[in-house]
């Protein structure tokens, strides 16, 4: 349910916010840069949105490219760039946790950025991560994001409202699985509400523990990119075991 609730939000109310974004974020192009490095290897986008970072791959030199999404109308104006761009990406619309159109062993970098996994259920979470599992090469790379649960100071306190209200409407209780604040630039008054759209929230022993667990050794973690940023997202570069 939440899953359908965020794809109706990138269709619409979100849907040009992200196809009007563009560069890359410092984190980004630091994992891109350090761990991309062989321009003959093939990659794959999750959670593509209106292309940022598939098409910044491309202007790496990477000439192997796929990318999907689970929103029709990004993929549609990602396949309008491309013609624009005479851009090589292969685009296609697919879930997370059902990636059957590829094949298994196929991918030598794998980009699980802008915190694509945390917009699913957290029961679909086994099966994206087995997925990604599948469709990598051996020794292939992996660079995840999830939303830091630390860098919003006000998400234990939100957590314990949220999840009052769940209780006395008899729902399931999640203390990191919290309803969205802001939805496009304005505050969400309906937040505690039944049936609002959802993320989840990961701290950093959370991912990494998660992740181990998916079969992927993680090589690097960062959060910030030096001591005098705020607290970002939790980047994290893995190799498939």
């Known amino acids: 349910m939440h899953e359908n609730l965020n794809k109706e939000l990138y269709s619409n109310k979100l849907f040009k916010v992200w196809v009007d974004k563009y560069n890359l974020i410092p984190l ?13 290897g093939k990659v ?34 990602c396949k309008e760039k491309k ?16 990636l059957s159109y590829y094949n298994s062993l196929d991918f030598d ?6 915190q694509v996994l945390c917009f699913i259920d957290k029961e679909d979470l086994p099966k994206a991560f087995s997925e990604a599992h599948r469709i990598g090469k051996e020794n292939s790379i992996y660079l995840f994001s999830f939303l830091n649960w630390n860098s919003k100071i006000y998400n234990p306190f939100l957590s314990i409202l949220v999840n009052f209200f769940r209780i006395l409407r008899n729902e399931k209780t999640s203390k990191y699985q919290l ?23 990961f701290k950093e022993k959370h991912v990494r523990d998660l992740l181990e667990k998916s079969n992927f050794s993680v090589i ?19 190799k498939k075991r």
């Open 28 to 40: 980004e192009e630091y994992f891109l840069k350090k761990y991309l490095l062989n321009k003959n």
């Open 179 to 201: 309803p969205w604040l802001n939805i496009g630039g304005r505050f969400n008054r309906k937040f505690l509400n039944r049936n609002q759209p959802q993320n989840s929230w």
């Open 83 to 98: 013609k624009q761009l005479k851009s090589r990406v292969n685009f296609k619309v697919a879930e997370v946790n059902d």
């Open 109 to 114: 970098y794998l980009i699980y950025l802008q």
């Open 220 to 238: 690097e973690i960062k959060s910030k990119m030096s001591d005098l940023d705020k607290v970002g997202h939790i980047h994290v570069v893995c």
């Open 44 to 77: 794959i986008e999750a959670g593509t949105g209106g292309g940022r970072l598939i098409f910044e791959i491309e202007k790496l030199g990477f000439k192997k490219l796929d990318a999907f999404d689970y929103v029709n109308n990004m993929i549609n104006f």
